[in-house]
Structures are given as C-alpha cells and as structure tokens.
C-alpha cells in the first residue's frame, strides 16, 4: 500500500503514557533524577509502531491538560473522580511530546480540548483530503469518529474493526456510541448518564428508536415496550432527560478542535538530529534506545 491510499495513523497518545506510567518500574530516570518510567515505555511503542508499519502520514493526539479542558466549563465534575495529575507525570507527558517532535511526528496537543478532539478534528481535514484514517486507541469513545473506511486498532490486542464492527463490540452503532454513553454515562470519565440504564437497556432503546433524540421524542412508547422494567425505565428517563442530554454533549467528540496551521495531511517530517542526541542525553536512553530512535 503506498503513501497515497495508506490511512493515516492517528494515535491516541495520552493511553499509552498511562500504560506505561502504570506498568513500567519507576527506577528509569533523567539527568535530573526525575522518573521518566512513562517516556522509556511510550518510546518502545512509538518505535515498534515507526519500524513495523513506517506510515508516511502520521499524528500523534496528547491531552495538554491533564486537569481541565472545555468539558469542565460545561460540567465542573467532568473526570473530577480523577487524582489530579502528579508532576512527575506531567513532565514526562512533556517529554512524550518532544520524542515525537524529534522524531519528525506531528503532534497534537491543545489547552482546552482532548486528544479525542483533535484526532477527530485530524480524521476530519484528512477524510477532506480523501484520506482514510486508523485511529490507535483501544478507547470506545473514539469509535464514534468511524465512517466508511477508516479504522479503529486496540495496537496491545491487535484487534482492528470498522465502522460496520462497532455494533458487535459495543452493542451500539458508531453514530450511536455518543447517546449510548448519554444514557449510561462513563464511570472513568465522570459522565452521570440516567440511573438505572445500563449498557443492556441502552443498546435496546437506540435500537428500538435511533437515536436519544427520538427516544426522549417518543418517551411516551416506552411503558410500552417489551423490556424488564419498561415502566421505571420510562419514568426515569423522564426525570433524567437533561441529564442525559448534557451527558450525551459531554461524550460528543468536539471535531472542530483546532490543528496547528501546518498540519497539511499529517506528513512525517525528517527526524531532527540534534534534538535526538538531546533526548537521549536528558532521558539517559540506552544503547538500543539510541539506535532505534536514529533509524526510526
């Protein structure tokens, strides 16, 4: 596949600074005696992705504030269940991103939107482009940005599905995947969603109705359905309606979150030498490490 018809790669940065923040032993440091456990992992993954596929249009998505973003103008509570981001991690979230610069990988990072923001704003101005995307995320929440050809890849499972693959994972088409989570909510993200409506009872109301605005259109059916708890479900909805609404708006990927001005079609750019040597001088890279990041 050349450089032309190859999807784009848009990576979801920020889950595998926390895998390898989580799994890595904290005896990697810098210079400055700071851990860099996070930098060491997410390196070996961006390395194993550059050797194994080599895509030539690539975009690397980072959440640039790892305490707020838009989100919590909206809802203050919004990830509020979260412990607030430990220095440590934050520097080497800042050391993430200067791998990826070195690397000549455009990087996408924004004060007040997510990295799911910017990778759907990325899929996008690609898709314009005629440019298919490959989102890498493992992230459910991501899957709403599906359409036609693009493709979702969980890169520790390589398990790779389509738009058309969304229903049999999650119960819910892609274009439904927003309301889904507007009923039931997200635990890891604080998003309330209805009490009582779980993923089960979701997936029949959105296949019964379409979407969460014709459900809320129609609330009047719902006692009336073939469901455990029809009744109560219909009551609670009724009760809930703004609730599942801001939910719903919580959820939505904001694809109109801002791209840096040379953005073009996530083209990889030459690797930048010195700031190579830098990096592996400040992050105390091994030999291995070293070679792999000149060759990537």
């Given at each position: 596949?050349?450089?032309?018809t190859?999807?784009?790669?848009?990576?979801?940065?920020?889950?595998?600074?926390?895998?390898?923040?989580?799994?890595?032993?904290?005896?990697?440091?810098?210079?400055?005696g700071?851990?860099?456990?996070?930098?060491?992992?997410?390196?070996?993954?961006?390395?194993?992705?550059?050797?194994?596929?080599?895509?030539?249009?690539?975009?690397?998505a980072?959440?640039?504030?790892?305490?707020?973003?838009?989100?919590?103008?909206?809802?203050?509570a919004?990830?509020?269940?979260?412990d607030?981001?430990?220095?440590?991690?934050?520097?080497?979230?800042?050391?993430?991103?200067?791998?990826?610069?070195?690397?000549?990988?455009p990087?996408?990072?924004?004060?007040?939107?997510?990295?799911?923001?910017?990778?759907?704003?990325?899929?996008?101005?690609?898709r314009?482009?005629?440019?298919?995307?490959?989102?890498?995320?493992?992230?459910?929440?991501l899957?709403?940005?599906l359409?036609?050809?693009?493709?979702q890849?969980?890169?520790?499972?390589?398990?790779?599905?389509?738009?058309d693959?969304?229903?049999?994972?999650?119960?819910?088409?892609?274009?439904?995947?927003?309301?889904?989570?507007?009923?039931t909510g997200?635990?890891?993200?604080?998003?309330p969603?209805?009490?009582?409506?779980?993923?089960?009872?979701a997936?029949?109301?959105?296949?019964?109705?379409?979407?969460?605005?014709?459900l809320?259109e129609r609330?009047?059916?719902?006692?009336?359905l073939?469901?455990?708890?029809?009744?109560?479900?219909?009551?609670?909805?009724?009760?809930?309606?703004?609730?599942?609404?801001?939910?719903?708006?919580l959820?939505?990927?904001?694809?109109?979150?801002?791209?840096?001005?040379?953005?073009?079609t996530?083209?990889?750019?030459?690797?930048d030498?010195?700031?190579?040597?830098?990096?592996?001088?400040d992050?105390?890279f091994?030999?291995?490490?070293?070679?792999?990041?000149?060759?990537?």
């Open positions: 596949m050349d450089a032309v190859a999807p784009v790669h848009l990576v979801d940065a920020s889950l595998y600074v926390f895998r390898a923040w989580h799994s890595m032993p904290p005896e990697f440091e810098d210079r400055e700071w851990p860099v456990n996070a930098v060491h992992g997410f390196t070996r993954f961006l390395l194993e992705l550059l050797e194994r596929h080599k895509p030539a249009r690539i975009a690397i980072f959440d640039e504030s790892l305490d707020s973003n838009f989100r919590n103008e909206i809802y203050p919004y990830k509020a269940n979260r607030a981001a430990p220095e440590e991690l934050k520097r080497q979230f800042r050391h993430c991103q200067r791998v990826c610069r070195a690397l000549g990988l990087v996408l990072a924004d004060s007040r939107f997510e990295a799911d923001d910017l990778i759907g704003a990325a899929l996008g101005h690609v314009r482009a005629g440019h298919a995307g490959l989102i890498i995320s493992a992230d459910k929440d899957s709403q940005l359409d036609l050809d693009d493709e890849w969980d890169y520790a499972r390589n398990e790779r599905w389509r738009a693959g969304v229903k049999a994972r999650y119960g819910v088409h892609a274009h439904q995947i927003a309301d889904y989570l507007g009923l997200d635990a890891i993200d604080n998003i969603g209805v009490p009582g409506i779980g993923a089960k009872t997936a029949i109301l959105l296949a019964h109705f379409g979407s969460l605005d014709g809320l609330l009047a059916e719902v006692p009336y073939r469901m455990r708890g029809s009744a109560q479900h219909a009551a609670r909805l009724g009760e809930h309606r703004e609730i599942a609404l801001l939910s719903r708006r959820a939505t990927i904001d694809v109109n979150a801002p791209l840096p001005a040379d953005f073009g996530a083209e990889r750019r030459a690797s030498v010195a700031g190579l040597e830098a990096l592996c001088e992050l105390r091994g030999p291995m490490t070293r070679r792999r990041l000149f060759s990537a």
